[in-house]
């Protein structure tokens, strides 16, 4: 087992998802992989906003750095003479990229951190010095973050034996993180970065197939065997004795241990529970919503056309009568008692997991 400094000196993440060019944000178009690998640069607050929106870039730590980032932008964007001036166009920066999405909380949490900052400056600095405080909070959000998932991946390698099979969902990789390496996927990385051989499960994902455009192609980018299966196969995989344990991201986790990921976790660690089979949420701590309550958070609820179309390489296919009616969530949550553990860069925590997560953060 290697060392986190260890690791941090000698992991080289294979894909570089978000980069930072000092006036503008470079981000490997998600909707367009597994076929096309195209980057497209960001320039302007409303391109990133769009970018979150139609999810160019997705999953939870990835859209809170490029909201992060998105705040840096507006002031590139916008020349501004007075501080005044500055924060208001941080302030509207804000509101634009805290309605993309409205499920995963690293959007907001980013969001905020970057504001604390832009007004802790303001009172002391130039306009030149906001500038560069709004984008070292952003490079930092990005830095803790690959720190964070090095950390995580190291404790739930604990939990893994060689030739181990983990199912996982959606994809909480590093497409999903922005960093290259991920969350859920971290540990499995990490393993094969060890030399330990493990395989992967991958749920397609629908209606987005994340699971079957992402993470299987971050899985063969990595060199690590998987195995695609349908979402409706997720059960019988399970009975059928092929999964060790399930691994998972999350959206958000409440300080309860209720879990919001992507549609189709509930169910994945209900069935893992009736089998005895251990559910794994992984995630940093900034993903740790510790203000609301269940009923509070809203379930991102996305366009008919997604369940409707199936998308390949060829374009999109319709794929049942065009106007049927479509109910479209694509997160749930998952009640803490199917939980085995929280998996975070703190470390682990078990059940009970109303006590066990604030105690990681200190509460
Ligand atoms: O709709 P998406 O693709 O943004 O949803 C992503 C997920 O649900 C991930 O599992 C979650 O964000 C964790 S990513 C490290």
Redesign the pocket.
Known sequence: MKTLEEVKNAYRPSIRPIEWLGDRLRILDQSRLPFETTFIDLRTVDEVAEAIRS?KV??????GITAAYGMAIALVEHETTSMEEALRVLKDAYRKLAAT?P??V?LFWALDRVMDVARSVSGSGEVGSLRGAVEAEARKIFEEELEAEISMGLHGISLIQRGDSIMT?????GL??GTGL???LAPIKLAKFMGMDVQVIIPETRP?L?GAR?TAYEMAVEGIRSVLITDTAVGLVMYEGMVDMVM????RILLDGHVF??IG?YKQAVIARELGIPFYV??PTS?IDVKSAVQDVRI?ERDPDEVRYVKGSGGRTLITLPDVAVYNP??DVTPPKYVTAVITERGIAYQPLDRNIPRLLGR
């Not at 997705?58 to 859209?63: F, L, N, T």
């Not at 998972?248 to 959206?251: C, K, N």
């Open positions: 999810m997705r999953g939870a730590p990835a859209i999405r499920t995963a690293n969902q959606c994809n909480a990789g999903a993180t991920g969350t859920a987005w994340q992402l998972v991201g999350a959206d990921n992507k976790t992984l995630a993903t991102e694509v997160f």
